[in-house]
């Protein structure tokens, strides 16, 4: 079962095809996310918009072609200054990193979840 697209934007990216949005999550006192999924959901990734971050969560099975640990892990984005607005560009950016990125130019860092 793919993911829901109703409401949301579809972006292609090497044959793939990846569903972006934002909104609020009420998970986060409805802080605003970026929030991308790959149609398999492989690739799921969270970004907190317009907060200053430099981290990206990616949530899914896969990023950067690595097996993950199923867990939510953080990443420094691959952008020199936080993201404030998004366009599809910076998705598109995003995207081709999370999918072709080097691991070695990333800083992971544990997140503590109770």
Same mark, same amino acid.
């Given at each position: 079962?793919?993911?829901?697209?109703?409401? +949301?934007?579809?972006?292609?990216? +090497?044959? +793939?095809? *990846?569903?972006?949005?934002?909104?609020?999550?009420?998970?986060?006192?409805?802080?605003?996310?970026?929030?991308?999924?790959?149609?398999?959901?492989?690739?799921?990734?969270?970004?907190?918009?317009?907060?200053?971050?430099?981290?990206?969560?990616?949530?899914?099975?896969? *990023?950067?072609?690595?097996?993950?640990?199923? +867990?939510?892990?953080?990443?420094?984005?691959?952008?020199?200054?936080?993201?404030? *607005?998004?366009?599809?560009?910076?998705?598109?950016?995003?995207?081709?990193?999370?999918?072709?990125?080097?691991?070695?130019?990333?800083?992971?860092?544990?997140?503590?979840?109770?």
């Amino acid at each position: 079962m793919g993911v829901s697209a109703k409401g +949301r934007r579809k972006i292609q990216y +090497r044959d +793939r095809t *990846f569903v972006w949005w934002v909104a609020p999550d009420s998970d986060d006192c409805d802080r605003i996310y970026l929030n991308i999924v790959s149609e398999d959901k492989s690739i799921v990734l969270a970004y907190r918009v317009g907060d200053g971050s430099f981290y990206a969560m990616s949530k899914g099975r896969y *990023f950067q072609g690595r097996k993950t640990s199923g +867990r939510c892990e953080r990443y420094r984005i691959p952008f020199e200054s936080p993201l404030i *607005f998004v366009t599809p560009r910076d998705v598109a950016h995003m995207i081709a990193w999370a999918v072709d990125g080097e691991a070695e130019n990333l800083a992971r860092i544990a997140v503590n979840k109770p």
